[in-house]
């Protein structure tokens, strides 16, 4: 399935011109993938969906947001496809492998990306870090109880995290729906399936 079809049948909506550089983006990620082992998936059209079109689901949030700090952000996902789709987003990207973090860069400086930091540490050593962030992502990176923990203090009044989990991730928000709200969060599930496999998907929002 191409890429314009996978967005399609989740509604989401990009510029034309984003689109080819999505594609390079994938491009780029398989052609260092087999030195660098940056993603266990290595098919195109899975990287596509699993990659790219996941990371996508985003694009709302996204969209009412000028700061994202996307934590644990591996080889770019979500932050690099929120970006490209996204320019006016200012982006602050944290990872822990230094060898993903080099392609993140190497992603910028290809694109041509403006106002993209991809940084090389672990997401605790951040502290001191301003609570500037509207919009605070994580996926797929720890149980939604540490994730709270770890983001709350980037994240500034009126400002949200959502955290990109599998099916997990209904049951974790069930387990602490009503400490969140005694923390002071306002919280909502969405339940999504990617287009092509099916694969059960789940974003968890919660706001300051």
């Known amino acids: 399935m191409m890429l314009p079809e996978l967005l ?3 509604d ?5 011109e984003s689109l080819p ?19 266990a998936i290595v098919d195109r059209e899975e990287v596509l969906e699993k990659h790219l079109v996941d990371s996508l689901t985003l694009l709302p949030f996204a969209r009412q947001s000028t700061h994202l700090l996307d934590i644990g952000s591996g080889a770019g996902f979500p932050a690099l496809p929120l970006k490209i789709v996204c320019p ?6 944290v990872e822990a492998v230094g060898k993903k973090v080099d ?18 540490q672990r997401a ?13 992502t994580a996926r797929a990176l ?20 959502v955290a990109m989990k599998g099916p997990e991730g209904s049951r974790e928000f069930l387990v602490l729906q ?13 339940n999504l399936r990617l287009p092509d496999s099916g694969a059960e998907r789940c974003l968890v929002e919660l706001i300051r």
């Open 178 to 190: 009503d400490k969140l709200k005694e923390e002071g969060w306002t919280a909502f599930l969405h």
């Open 21 to 39: 550089l999505l594609e390079r983006l994938v491009d780029e990620l398989l052609r260092w993938n087999p030195r660098r082992n940056l993603t």
């Open 8 to 10: 399609y049948r989740l």
């Open 103 to 120: 392609f993140q860069r190497h992603v910028v400086r290809t694109l041509g990306l403006e106002g993209f930091t991809a940084l090389h």
């Open 88 to 93: 006016g987003l200012k982006v602050v990207s």
């Open 124 to 136: 605790e050593t951040l502290a001191g870090f301003p609570a500037a962030f509207d919009l605070v």
């Open 142 to 161: 720890c149980s939604l109880g540490e994730l709270v923990v770890l983001a709350e203090p980037f994240i500034k009044p009126g400002g949200r995290l």
């Open 12 to 16: 989401l909506h990009v510029a034309p």
